[in-house]
């Protein structure tokens, strides 16, 4: 992608729509929205953000921040959030937005790879967060003055190349990583998402984009927020997810762009129908990751089409796909085509391309002399794993992707929750997505175990519609009835009968979690072993 932008930076673009726009609203937020902090909504317009803005970053350089310092924010998706992010910005000071549902030790860490000089809370999380900042960062909350800066910085203005914020991996295999995320990255996000077209032709001042994510992900920092300050627009930053106020915020809002991911739709599908759910001004929902089974009725439903996407932290806008400009209908877990700007290959564990149809690991890179623009500019203080992820000039996603004729291009799995059992790579979506067709399953997660003899056994977590009178009956049906659809060995030799299943903070599946459970699951015999019914399958 060619970035063509007479931005430096976030706080630059939010700058020159205020000045252009002053009294057009940038964040608001209805009463029905039943924000704890703002009970009667708010509505903030461009240019007295601005103000603020100005006024607070006066004080931040009063007190010596500048480049090649970091605050941490444990702000939420506040309007406060915005005021001390542009604020610090726009003085070439990076973020480190913090996830509120961190328990100490997690918090410790981020602060301690982070090397934040400062961590800024909401007067009700300061007790919360004492202990972790001990030794680590200064604590203020946000009625406090700003202490000095002990760190010597370059300047203070922002820079196009320069770090605008710090967002740490899931941590699925290990601690989470930091990605260090240029100005540049994320304007480039918010270049990619303006321009996606088709169903998600977005217009010029007039959009109102409503996203229940959080700021410490790039789909609301970058898509959301940026995207609506290069554009004009205004955001709807909710707190979190609330299935039962959803469409009346919705309406309320004047909502003309929703986000979402994971199991959001089908949360949705289960409301009871209303009037309200008709009543809304939305005209595309943007949503990677929805399951397959659930597109279809709630477009129909709630006459909102679905946009399905692909990117990572690490990819930003620089490597993207969208299905955007497709018609409607496309396949099971199609997530378009590459931005213009992106070169992939999908190759097997040897490196080699593979055959139309046939999955292997996404490697992309920008088109051009440098393959890294627009990407993340690495993991903070892990320069192995920098280049291990940049392998042979290719970034290597971990993504199992396949291509068809036409050149769409399709989510198999994540090549790190593949079930490798006997030399057979097993997907665990394709898995979950035959369980899902037993109407007794309210919710699964499938997931690898170790395997003394196979290497690894596949494992399912299962939510059940209803009450479990024997649940090793329960479970022996399920697999019978699995194996109906799938080949003997993709059929859980594992099985785990549960109230619910572990969710991210985006109401994803937690797979890291899940992993981790299943193993102790096994080992502490909390699960039922399916192994035998599973090998008289093979000769049923």
Request: net charge negative; aromatic share 8%; proline share 6%.
């Amino acid at each position: 992608m060619s970035l063509d932008t007479p931005y430096r930076s976030p706080s630059d673009a939010f700058a020159a729509t205020a000045a252009r726009r002053p009294d057009a609203p940038f964040l608001l937020a209805p009463a029905s929205a039943q924000l704890p902090y703002a009970p009667e909504g708010f509505n903030i317009a461009y240019g007295a953000l601005k103000s603020e803005v100005d006024r607070l970053r006066a004080e931040y350089a009063s007190a010596g921040y500048g480049r090649g310092v970091r605050v941490a924010l444990l702000l939420e998706n506040r309007p406060v959030f915005f005021l001390h992010w542009l604020a610090l910005n726009a003085l070439g000071v990076s973020i480190v937005p913090i996830n509120p549902d961190v328990r100490s030790d997690e918090l410790s860490f981020q602060l301690e790879l982070s090397q934040a000089e400062l961590l800024v809370a909401t007067p009700d999380r300061i007790h919360m967060t004492k202990d972790a900042v001990l030794r680590r960062a200064r604590l203020i909350d946000t009625d406090s003055r700003i202490p000095p800066c002990h760190a010597d910085v370059a300047a203070q203005d922002s820079d196009f190349n320069g770090e605008c914020a710090l967002l740490f991996t899931s941590g699925s295999t290990g601690k989470p990583k930091g990605c260090m995320l240029s100005n540049r990255y994320f304007l480039q996000v918010a270049d990619w998402y303006l321009a996606q077209g088709g169903v998600a032709e977005l217009q010029p001042e007039r959009e109102i984009n409503l996203t229940p994510l959080p700021m410490f992900h790039m789909n609301a920092l970058g898509c959301s927020a940026v995207g609506m300050m290069v554009l004009g627009g205004a955001v709807v930053p909710l707190d979190r997810f609330h299935a039962n106020r959803w469409w009346q915020c919705v309406a309320d809002s004047g909502a003309t762009v929703v986000h979402c991911l994971g199991v959001i739709p089908a949360i949705l599908l289960q409301l009871p129908v209303t009037e309200v759910e008709r009543q809304h001004r939305v005209r595309f929902a943007f949503a990677p990751g929805v399951d397959v089974r659930h597109r279809a009725t709630f477009e129909e439903r709630y006459r909102i089409p679905i946009v399905e996407a692909w990117a990572m932290t690490e990819t930003g806008g620089a490597a993207a796909t969208t299905t955007a400009r497709e018609p409607a209908g496309f396949g099971a877990r199609c997530v378009g085509r590459p931005s213009e700007g992106m070169e992939y290959r999908l190759v097997d564990d040897q490196g080699v391309g593979v055959a139309p149809g046939k999955p292997g690991e996404l490697l992309v890179r920008a088109k051009g002399k440098d393959a890294r623009a627009g990407f993340f500019s690495g993991y903070l203080k892990d320069e192995e794993a920098t280049e291990a992820a940049w392998q042979d000039g290719w970034f290597h996603t971990g993504d199992l992707v396949f291509a068809d004729e036409d050149g769409l291009l399709y989510f198999f799995d994540r090549k790190k929750t593949i079930v490798r059992r006997s030399g057979e790579n097993i997907g665990v979506l394709e898995v979950e997505s035959a369980l899902y067709m037993d109407t007794r399953i309210g919710g699964c997660a499938v997931t690898p175990v170790p395997d003394d003899i196979r290497g690894e056994e596949v494992f399912a977590f299962i939510v059940p519609n209803a009450g479990v009178d024997d649940a090793a009956a329960l479970a022996a049906s399920i697999v019978k009835t699995c194996a109906e659809r799938l080949a003997y060995h993709k059929v859980p030799g594992y099985i785990a009968i549960v109230d619910e299943l572990p969710l991210s903070s985006t109401r994803k599946l937690a797979r890291g979690e899940i992993k981790a459970l299943a193993a102790t699951s096994v080992t502490g015999n909390r699960a039922i072993d399916m192994r035998a019914i599973k090998a008289k399958l093979r000769h049923a």
